[in-house]
């Protein structure tokens, strides 16, 4: 293992620290627990909005703290979702008597701490809902399964149910319009190489050199099927054809895409991606709103990459523009 | 038979113990099916188990000695495993809330409140490949053992036996609930693993209990 690190066992405590001597404008922590909240928190009159999981994808979630996105992020240990108590003293933290939304993505753990930390919360009076992001298309969806993984789409519904509640809207409203962009949120990934948690060590699967992993998770967990390399326009072909059938988009459709870099793939090659994405979108008829490149939502130094698409109407375009302002995440 | 408090404390160490010795064999269990962290993760909590212990009130009784394992698993774990396991260890202490010394119902009483829990928490059923898959069978060979008046160490022999089968048993199927279900098929093969860490700590008990 090759990492800049000091010692494994720190490794989110010293990303903490990091982070916090960068953005001191927009972050602070709460003593004693890893939960980081916007340095106004709690917003009066704002429904509040806590999201977290696992170190590992930064700049998700922390990254997304600040004007107009989330209140607070609770990032756990690497690939880990974090702790019932953490979620907790996140809410508890931006409540400003509004009501708080828990942005949870599709994973069993995650799942069930957020869950514990809402029991938690509810007890003590506080009105806590949820909204469950599971974008990943990779993954069969099915009710004897614990459905799709939520991946990059996250952020969109970050930044939309964000711009909503900065509105100062109702915790239904915010709760309607997050929901609103998990019905048309799609995402599928790639991977050419694995990723190294590390306090394993080692990494968790390997691929050879002509090998690529598709459908892979943000975790580096096995995607649907491994096959041989091919040119980055296939790829996205490939991709795309999942993505795109899966809504399904259509002709007239208005979207926002993102290309997320997997923590290790150059820019470059991420524009590679996009031309062709561009290129198939135009084929089919099928209207670019606005574009994202860049990482948001990361695997450790996996190389490889994901698409999301975003379906728009007016309301999710409106929102869309509306201004953020986070460490990771600037709209003007 | 009967299990004293400073036994009970006997299997949270030989727990910790032996965890700690499998952390690599679980955290590589779980890479070829889940995100490389199992072992990690139970490691991490029962490791804060151990610390937490040494603080704890003399006069604390059993129940209150599981609750304290359970809240510091579900603030330390983290993942699927620690509500999971945090959850079975609270369920567990209340089932013998306030006991000093426990019987061979209270252990019955203790597996089935701890194996409920974790249904109640997770949602996954015998066959789903995860935890429950050594816990269930573990509990019922318990249970009948002890009713057909077979003694609680030879008792926990057949639970242990039995979980291990059931672990066993989870390499043949593939997973429904928790991050192995995203594989589907390709989960098969692999030996799930919560449901070997499940029979560690199960196998763990019957070991501090038979050397009594
Ligand atoms: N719904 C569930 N019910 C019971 N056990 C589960 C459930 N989901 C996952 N598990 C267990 O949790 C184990 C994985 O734990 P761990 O790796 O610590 O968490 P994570 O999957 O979040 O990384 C699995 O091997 C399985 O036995
Ligand atoms: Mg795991």
Redesign the interface.
Known sequence: MKKLINNPESVVKEMIEGLLAAHPNYLRKLENINVIVRKDAPVEGKVGLVSGG?SGHEPAHAGYVGYGMLDAACP??????????QMYEAIKAVNSGKGVLLIIKN???DV??F??AREMAQAEGIEVDQVIVNDDVA??NST???GR?GIAGTVFVHKIAGAKAQEGASLKEVKRVAEKVIANVRSMGMALTPCT?P??GKP??TLQEDEMEIGI?I????GTHREKIKHVDEIVEHLMDKIINDLPYKSGDEVAVMINGMGGTPLMELYIANRKVAEILKEKDIKVYKTYVGEFMTSLEMSGFSITLLKLDEELKALLDAKADTPAFKQL | MVITKEDVLKVIDKIVEVIRENKEYL?ELD?A?????HG??MD?GFEAVKQKLATIPENSDIGTILKTVGMTL???????????YGTAFMRAGQAVQGKTELTEEDVVKIFEAALQGIKD??KAQAGDKTMIDSIEPAYKALKESLENNIALPEALKRAVNAAKEGMEYTKNIS?????A????E?SIGHIDPGATSSYLMIKALADVINLL
Do not use: C
């Not at chain 2, 579900?74 to 509500?83: H, K, Q």
């Not at chain 2, 997973?175 to 991050?179: D, E, H, L, Y």
């Open positions: 696992g756990g240990e690497v690939f880990t979702s974090p702790t019932p108590d994973y069993t753990g069930m701490n869950e514990m993954v069969e004897w399964t614990q993984r948690v306090a394993a968790s699967f998770g975790h580096g967990e096995p | 955290t890479s099916i889940g995100d490389a962290d990690i993760n991490r579900v603030s330390t774990v983290g993942g699927a495993s620690g509500p999971l928490r997770g997973a429904r609930k928790g991050r279900s995203y594989l589907g390709r």
